[in-house]
């Protein structure tokens, strides 16, 4: 299939006219004469069994390949004056609208026979193309030095016309210098395209023998053995090369040298002792002799300190005694080399900054809560937990000061006020925006309270949902209830009260809604409690806890329940009822946590500040501890759909993070500081009580022991 | 300027020629005057009134405004001749205006609660909403003519829909008890007490509090945005027997019968926003223009229902009106203290062309102008409410009238703003010149 595409591409771009014209031009570009008198001896050979071919093949289909490239090779290599009108008409059929017909029409001639003639031969018409009159010599001379485009011009002899060669034909014939194929577009390698089908195929192609030739040994190999060992054996190759031996060696290098140390690397050399000086010569300088009070105050030096060796003079070398303690420094010397440690020190050459893990800039991070534009007033005391309705349009925040209030987030506006009696410890409203039902934890109460809010409809199901038929038991029938479900008719709307018998401390929804959690930290076995408020069940979970409990929460997305207790994070699966894992904290006190919304990382508060993001898939350990609160973390929180994440304490600050998990899971999470956000004012040691960010918004809400809720936007 | 003398030959002087479109008591001759170069907006308005005076002997103190190619000077004029590249030595002109800003403050009306919001582009009265669930027309500052009672909740935003006839008016009010309420205004009947009217149509439709309502230049039609992410459009005309009406609704409360009063569905809903919708209006007769707290500006085909231009702008968008060149500029604010205006008509740019940024806190209400190109108000919680030029990047008036956040603003008679705030105060600052 290809081979003949190539071929007719080839002819499109070659005329015998123009192949004719760039053999003279190769000509011109310095080819050597000799070259081309060989070729032009091949050519006559050739010439006989080229016609002969060519005439035989002569309006036939072309049939093969070997004797169109010979016919091809004979083409380039004389000029057109051989080819044949034949041959040129049998092309005619595929050549391109590029191809220019010749004016001349002599046909296959010596040219020499029109030398003498006026005319160079006859147009397609019969009429005689006159010969062009001949510049003189010197003119012609004269115009192709000033013409800077001489170099590219022929002289045309067939068709007596100077021909100016395109750019492309002197690529073509750069091509063709160099030894390449001519055009640029053609490919001496194409993938080989397989034509035979080999899916399938049981039998190999070839029933033939393997060849003998496979398995005797080559004789041309022996051949070549021999011809190496004979050479070997006469000595011209020579093998093995005496090594050179270095001629001189260093007598005075250090012994520190790298090189020496590079052979064993457990060496080090000793350090060398004090060489001899001028105080040890036979015969000093008087200023090294001591005075003989200098030798009496030595006698009240320390031994250590006094110097070992007094310098003295003598007459001659040979009046000097033997030294005394030579036995003994050698002895030390040897001790010190023996006892004394020598070891490496290895010094690491590292820019501390590049030790600093790259963070992204905090601008490309955004959008985040940075400004307080919005202050929620109104409270008498603490405002100890807030909660943000599932729209975003309503927050809920109760104080120490015993009441529950609901703001209007757009405007901080009260909408409305519940008086509790008792300090409010958590406000937490049902995570469905049709139910707006708010839990509320105070003393020994969970108040579920009608909130009024949403539509007719909803305000139907509410108080359907907030009626208690059988007023009072629950839960285990023998033994005293885990908790009394009450009617409460205090407030305007419908409640119902949960009467726990301990404080209650944090409440907790779970995502449908229907559940809840609730913390009594001195419950003991019945410290954590679920609800359901559509049967009005409680019942205690299933595990043993393991220390005070803190919080509760539900996982985001699965039946799976978090457990912190004051140093570790329980996590159990509420089907299989079992423990699923356990997080090290290694903090103090554990004070809050929260769940990222894919339910994979859990950060925990704590009260001496620190703040640890656990990566479950990770390990049980703390991924990042983070310590940058200086007093108790008081809550901390996830952002639902943004990737933030923000802690608030006692020191009257928050902290939002940028907290970005990867759906990949072999990148780690990201996490980056972002802002501090302050405006709290202190009061009895309290700061920030409380943060929640905005359901839908990138906002934080604070609650302060100042009595203010503050919204900070982006 | 003769016996004019600046002091020192310290400053360069320029030489300018005040050209105004004034009317004539206004005009000063168009000889020009060499004056110094150091010279501010008040210097200016300082040589100009000298400059009247001379020829009006009888003239008080005005404050102007100075223009030079359509910039309003903010520094002085060296600095603005430097800092335009233009060249001091030609003779330059200068355009003078009145300088808008407000020169009187009206008495102040007061309501029983937080005013949520107001609507003066009827001239006869303003409409004004207010967190106690009723809304109020009021004649002139101070004085109620009537009530509109009926709403179970806070009202957020009111609407005067059309004219009806000689002395009635229809107007729309929306509340947070998720129903729209339709009233009919009559503004001859000037009593001295106020008077209480009832809604003649209910709007039901909305699952959540409704946000905003705009009624449509032809008046037959009203939308309204809501917290349920929804924008509905509704009738507002009454039904066909007119003088005779379906009592769809008769209620007997205290042994009296209340008014007939209908209540209606929505006619249409379009559905697109993902959170909050704040604020819509509607200024053509086939497009709506709505901001929602999903961070977009979105433009309604009325009737095909879909949204064919959505800005994201990145922050909670609160309020939002239509104006300026050609009634094409979009300007809104929201969540931060930046008021920003787009061109919808530039392709494929959601950056905004103009950003004012001059508030403290969020920005509650933006309003055009309606007869000027450039000139619009804003309002914020900050307490202030700004008077801006489209030609300046600083406002041109500050009113700060407010004790506390400012909720809604609006112009009325078209020299004066109307606004209400936390301050449970109704404030009217008036005379303020925009030609």
């Known amino acids: 299939m290809g081979i003949p595409k190539i071929m007719s591409c080839r002819k499109r771009t070659w005329s015998p006219e123009k192949r004719a014209l760039l053999v003279r031009v190769l000509i011109r570009m310095n080819l050597k004469m000799g070259i081309l008198r060989t070729s032009r001896h091949w050519r006559s050979q050739n010439l006989e069994r080229v016609t002969h071919k060519s005439t035989r093949y002569m309006g036939s289909v072309r049939t093969g390949n070997k004797g169109k490239s010979i016919i091809d090779n004979a083409r380039i290599d004389d000029g057109g004056s051989e080819i044949s009108e034949s041959d040129q008409r049998a092309e005619e059929s595929d050549s391109s609208e590029d191809e220019v017909p010749s004016r001349n ?105 393997e060849p003998k030739r496979r398995f005797i040994p080559s004789k041309w190999e022996a051949k070549k053995v021999a011809k190496y060992a004979r050479a070997i054996r006469e000595g011209l190759i020579k093998l093995d090369k005496p090594k050179e031996e270095p001629r001189f060696y260093n007598l005075w290098g250090d012994d520190l040298n790298s090189k020496d140390r590079a052979g064993h690397l457990a060496y080090i050399p000793a350090p060398k002792p004090k060489l001899p000086g001028h105080e040890e010569s036979y015969n000093p300088s008087l200023e090294y002799i001591p005075t003989q009070e200098e030798i009496n105050s030595y006698q009240l030096m320390y031994e250590e300190d006094r ?178 479900w009450l009617q409460d008719d205090k407030h305007k709307h419908e409640a119902i009260r949960l009467r726990h018998f301990k404080t209650v401390t944090s409440v907790e929804w779970h995502r449908k809604g229907d559940y809840l959690s609730t913390v009594t930290p001195a419950g003991e076995s019945r410290a954590i409690l679920i609800h359901q408020l559509s049967k009005k069940v409680t019942q205690k979970i299933p595990f043993k806890l393991h220390g005070l409990p803190v919080s509760s929460v539900f996982h985001p997305s699965r039946s799976i329940f978090f457990v912190s207790t004051k140093k570790n994070v329980r996590v159990y699966d509420l089907l299989k009822q079992k423990l699923i894992k356990k997080l090290e904290t290694g903090l103090r006190e554990v004070s809050s946590i929260a769940i990222h919304p894919q339910g994979d990382n859990v950060i925990v508060g704590s009260r001496e500040g620190k703040l640890c993001w656990f990566d479950m898939d990770l390990s049980s350990q703390p991924y990042k501890t983070l310590q940058c609160h200086s007093k108790d973390i008081t809550n901390v929180a996830f952002h639902r759909s943004y990737p933030l994440f923000a802690s608030c304490s006692d020191d009257c600050t928050a902290y939002v993070f940028h907290g970005m998990v990867y759906s990949d899971f072999n990148q780690n999470p990201l996490i980056v500081p972002l802002e501090i956000l302050r405006g709290h004012a202190s009061s009895n040691g309290r700061g920030v009580m409380d943060c929640k960010f905005h359901p839908r918004q990138p906002w934080l809400f604070t609650a302060g022991a100042d009595s203010v809720v503050r919204l900070f936007c982006h | ?188 009947a000037s009593l001295n007490s106020s008077v209480t009217i009832r809604a003649f149509k209910i709007l039901r439709g909305h699952k959540a509090s409704v946000q905003s309502v705009s009624a449509s230049s032809a008046g037959d039609m009203i939308c309204s945005g809501s917290w349920d992410c929804t924008i509905n459009l509704w009738n507002t005309k009454e039904l066909a027997a007119d003088d005779n009406p379906v009592t769809v609704k008769k209620r007997k409360v205290n042994n009296q019968v209340e008014e007939s009063q209908m209540e209606e569905e929505a006619v249409s809903t379009l559905v697109g926003h993902t959170q909050c919708v704040s604020s819509v209006i509607w200024p053509q007769p086939e497009t709506i223009y709505s901001t929602s707290w999903d961070h977009s500006v979105r433009r309604w085909d009325v009737e095909t229902g879909k949204d064919m231009l959505n800005i994201f702008c990145g922050k909670v968008l609160n309020c939002l009106d239509i104006g300026g060149e050609a009634s094409a500029l979009i300007a809104a604010g929201g969540s931060d203290p930046v008021l920003r205006i787009w061109d919808p008509r530039k392709p494929a740019s959601s950056a905004p062309i103009f950003q004012f940024s001059s508030h403290a806190s969020w920005i509650s209400a933006c309003k055009w102008h309606d007869k000027s190109w450039f000139h619009l108000l804003s309002a914020s919680y900050d307490g202030k409410i700004m008077l801006w030029d489209l030609r300046t990047a600083w406002p041109l008036a500050v009113i700060d009238s407010h004790k506390d956040k400012v909720f809604c603003a609006d112009w009325w008679r078209g020299d004066c703003v109307v606004s209400g705030g936390m301050d449970s105060k109704l404030r009217i600052s008036s005379e303020i010149p925009i030609q």
């Open chain 1, 307 to 484: 110097p070992k060796f007094i310098p003295k003079r003598f007459t001659s070398l040979k009046s000097v005694p033997a030294y005394e303690n030579a036995v003994n420094d050698s002895f030390e010397r040897c001790m010190d080399l023996y006892m004394s440690y020598r070891a490496w020190k290895k010094r690491l050459n590292i820019d501390p900054e590049s030790l600093k893990p790259k963070l992204p800039s905090r601008k490309d991070l955004k959008p985040y809560p940075v400004t307080c534009y919005l202050e929620y007033r109104g409270h008498e005391g603490a405002v100890v937990s807030i909660s943000t309705e599932a729209t975003g349009q309503w927050i809920a925040s109760g104080s120490a000061d015993g009441t529950v209030r609901i703001w209007e987030v757009e405007t901080g506006r009260c909408r409305g006020v519940w008086t509790i009696g008792e300090p409010v410890q958590f406000v937490s409203w049902n995570p469905l925006s049709e139910l707006p039902i708010l839990a509320i934890a105070a003393g020994q109460d969970v108040l579920l309270l009608n909130t009024g809010l949403g539509n007719a409809e909803d305000q139907k199901k509410i108080k359907e949902l907030l009626q208690v038929e059988i007023s009072g038991t629950a839960g285990d029938s023998d033994e005293q209830p885990l908790v009394s």
């Open chain 1, 105 to 209: 029409t002599i046909g296959d001639v010596p040219l020499q026979w029109y030398r003498d003639e006026e005319h160079i031969g006859y147009d397609v018409k019969g009429k005689k193309i006159k010969k062009k009159e001949r510049q003189d010599k010197l003119d012609a001379f004269l115009a192709s030095a000033d013409d800077s485009k001489n170099w590219r011009k022929i002289n045309d002899e067939y068709n007596d016309e100077v021909v100016e060669l395109t750019k492309d034909e002197t690529r073509l014939i750069h091509r063709l210098l160099k030894g390449k194929a001519p055009h640029a577009g053609f490919d001496p390698y194409p993938d080989y395209v397989d034509f035979f089908k080999w899916d399938d195929a049981k039998h190999p192609l070839s029933n033939a023998p």
């Open chain 2, 1 to 188: 300027m003769d016996g004019e003398d600046f002091g020192e030959e310290m400053s360069r002087r320029v030489q300018v020629r005040f050209v105004t479109k004034l009317n004539p008591p206004l005009k000063v001759p168009a000889a020009s005057i060499a004056i110094p170069a150091n010279l501010t907006r008040l210097g200016l308005s300082t040589v100009v009134n000298n400059l009247i005076q001379s020829g009006n002997p009888d003239w008080n103190q005005e404050p102007f405004d100075f223009l030079i190619d359509g910039e309003l000077i903010r520094m002085s004029l060296e600095q603005f001749l430097l800092a335009k590249g233009i060249s001091a030595e030609k003779i330059l002109e200068i355009e003078y205006i009145r300088a808008v800003a407000p020169r009187k403050e009206e008495d102040a009306s007061e309501h029983e609660d937080w005013v949520s919001a107001v609507d003066g582009s009827n001239a006869r009265f303003i409409l004004t909403g207010c967190y106690d669930g009723l809304g109020r027309v009021w004649d002139a500052p101070g004085s109620c003519s009537h009530i509109l009672g009926g709403h179970s909740d806070a009202i957020t935003s009111v609407s005067v829909v059309n004219q009806e006839g000689a002395e009635s008016v229809c107007v729309a009010t929306a509340s947070k008890d998720r129903t729209l309420r339709l009233w009919k205004v009559h503004t001859e």
